[in-house]
C-alpha cells in the first residue's frame, strides 16, 4: 500500500484545508480501503492525521493556531508559504520514512486483495461530478485570494466567506443544510475563548506573564526562540494548541516589540512550529486527533490514548529537533 504517498497528499490537503476538515474526508476513504484490503485501519488513520498536523502547519489556513498567530502579528498567507512550508516539505517526508519503521509490520498485504481493489473505479464514488467541479473552482479561487492578500487587502476569514457565499450561489445545495454541517461548537468555543483572552489582556495578567519572560529571556532571541519553540511543544501535547495559542499570542507580541521585533519575526515562528508539531505528541494535543479517535471508536477500529501517543511522541521529537536545526539556520546562523 502507499503508505508514504497517501502521506504526502494528506499534508499537501491539510495545508490547503483545515487539517480537521482534511482527516474527516480522508478518514472514511482509510476506512474503506483497509477493510477492502482486510488490514487494521489503526496504523493508516493515525499516520493520516500526523500527516495533516504537519501539513497544516505549513500555512495560515492549515491549521487553527496559526490564524490566530497570524491575526495578532499581522502576517499574511504568503509570510507562512515563505517561513515555514520549506521546512513542512521536509518533515513530511521524515515522517514518512518515520512510518515504514514504526508500522513495518502492518505493510502486509494479500496480492489478490489489493488487484481487486486496484480494479475499483473511483469515478463511481462521486454521486454529484457538477457540485464537484465547482466545489474545486470556488476553492481554487480561495486559495489565489489568500495568496493576492498583498495586492487585493482582503482578509483571510473575509475571502474565506466570500468563497462559501459565492459556492452557495452557483450549487443547488440548501443553505440550511450547509449550516447544519458547520461545526458550530468549535466556532461558539473560539468565541469564548477569544473573549477570555481579551479580558486577561485587559486585566494586565498577560502584560505582566510577558514582563517575566522577557526578564527570563532578556535580549537572547536564539535562546528564546528554542525556548518557545520546546515549551509549546510540550504544553501543545499537554492542552489542546488552540487555547495555548490564543494565550501565548499576545505575550509573544509582546516580547516581538520588546525585541523591536518586525511582524515576521523568528518567536512566532518558533511558537507555530511548537504549537502545531506538538499537537501530534498525545491524543488530545491537537482537534484532528481527537475527531480521527472519534471516527475510529465508531467503526469499532478504537485507538486507544497511550497507542496514539507512543507514535505521535516519536514524531514529534523528530520534527521539533528539525524545526530548532531550521530556526538557527535560517534566522541565526545564516542570517
Known amino acids: 500500500m502507499g503508505h508514504g504517498h497517501g502521506d504526502a497528499e494528506q499534508a499537501l490537503a491539510s495545508a490547503l ?15 474503506l480501503v483497509c477493510d477492502r484490503l482486510r488490514l487494521s485501519p489503526v496504523p493508516f488513520l493515525i499516520a493520516a492525521v500526523l500527516a495533516a498536523n504537519i501539513g497544516g502547519t505549513a500555512t495560515l489556513v492549515g491549521d487553527p493556531p496559526n490564524i490566530i498567530i497570524a491575526s495578532r502579528a499581522g502576517l499574511t498567507f504568503n509570510d507562512f508559504l515563505v517561513h515555514l ?12 520514512l518515520l512510518c515504514r519503521v514504526m508500522f513495518a509490520k502492518h505493510f502486509v498485504y494479500d496480492e489478490k486483495r489489493a488487484a481487486e ?12 461530478p457538477r457540485l464537484l467541479a465547482q466545489g474545486l473552482g470556488v476553492l481554487a479561487l480561495v486559495v489565489a485570494g489568500f495568496v493576492l492578500h498583498p ?23 440548501e443553505t440550511g443544510e450547509i449550516l447544519g454541517e458547520v461545526e458550530w ?7 469564548g475563548l477569544f473573549v477570555m483572552v481579551g479580558a486577561l489582556i485587559e486585566t494586565g495578567v498577560i502584560g505582566s506573564l510577558a514582563g517575566s519572560l522577557a526578564e527570563a529571556i532578556g535580549g537572547n532571541e536564539l535562546g528564546g526562540s528554542m525556548v518557545f519553540l520546546g515549551g509549546s511543544a510540550v504544553l501543545s501535547g499537554i492542552i489542546d494548541n488552540i487555547p495555548y495559542v490564543a494565550t501565548m499570542a499576545p505575550i509573544t507580541s509582546e516580547l516581538v516589540g520588546d525585541m523591536g521585533g518586525d511582524p515576521d519575526h523568528v ?8 504549537a502545531d508539531l506538538g499537537g501530534n505528541a498525545t491524543a488530545i494535543g491537537a482537534s484532528a486527533n481527537v475527531v480521527v479517535l472519534g471516527i475510529a471508536e465508531r467503526n469499532r477500529h478504537p485507538i486507544s490514548f497511550w497507542e496514539f501517543t507512543k507514535y505521535g511522541l516519536v514524531v514529534t521529537v523528530a520534527t521539533v529537533a528539525l524545526s530548532a536545526l531550521y530556526l538557527w539556520l535560517r534566522y541565526f546562523a545564516l542570517a
Open 85 to 96: 512550508a520549506p521546512l513542512c516539505v521536509v518533515l513530511v517526508a521524515v515522517l514518512v
Open 117 to 128: 481493489l486496484m480494479d475499483l473505479r473511483e469515478r463511481e464514488a462521486i454521486t454529484e
Open 151 to 173: 495586492v487585493l487587502h482582503y482578509e483571510p476569514s473575509v475571502v474565506a466567506l466570500l468563497g462559501a457565499r459565492l459556492l452557495i450561489a452557483i450549487s443547488k445545495v
Open 185 to 191: 461548537p468549535t466556532l461558539a468555543f473560539f468565541a
Open 17 to 31: 484545508l483545515d487539517n480537521v476538515t482534511t482527516v474527516l474526508l480522508v478518514a472514511p476513504v482509510t476506512l
Open 267 to 274: 518567536m512566532w515562528w518558533a511558537l507555530a512550529l511548537g
